[in-house]
């Protein structure tokens, strides 16, 4: 049985930094796309930064452009996201997903392994 499992959440100040970790056991999922989304309660999943299987192609949402980073360890089949300038409006709970087929990369129906997620909280 595959497993994704996020580290690396917690309470920071504006402006602070934060990386996010995605490590996978179970069934080996380094050669799939992955991807961060992220969820506030009583709101839409919202799309944050995808990476292909040999990470050469990243997508971001349009709120953490230019703030946010994604990258991956094929070798330690660990997937990273490197959040700079941290906002208040970014706190949420950051799932990490990873996605067999060929689907849209921003549709979160389209991914089939999800973990269970991590707070990050930023306080304004």
């Known amino acids: 049985q595959a497993r994704l499992v996020e580290s690396g959440g917690g309470l920071v100040q504006a402006g602070d930094s934060l990386r996010l970790s995605c490590g996978a056991s179970?069934?080996?999922?380094?050669?799939?796309?992955r991807a961060w989304f992220r969820q506030v309660p009583g709101k839409e999943r919202e799309f944050v930064a995808f990476i292909n299987q040999n990470g050469y192609v990243t997508f971001y949402g349009n709120a953490v452009k230019g703030r946010f980073t994604i990258s991956r360890d094929n070798a330690k089949n660990t997937v990273y996201l490197q959040m700079n300038s941290l906002k208040a409006e970014d706190t949420a709970v950051y799932y990490c997903a990873c996605k067999v087929g060929v689907g849209s990369y921003r549709e979160g129906r389209e991914y089939d392994f999800w973990g269970q997620g991590t707070q990050v909280t930023v306080s304004s």
């Open positions: 179970g069934r080996t999922l380094m050669t799939y796309s």
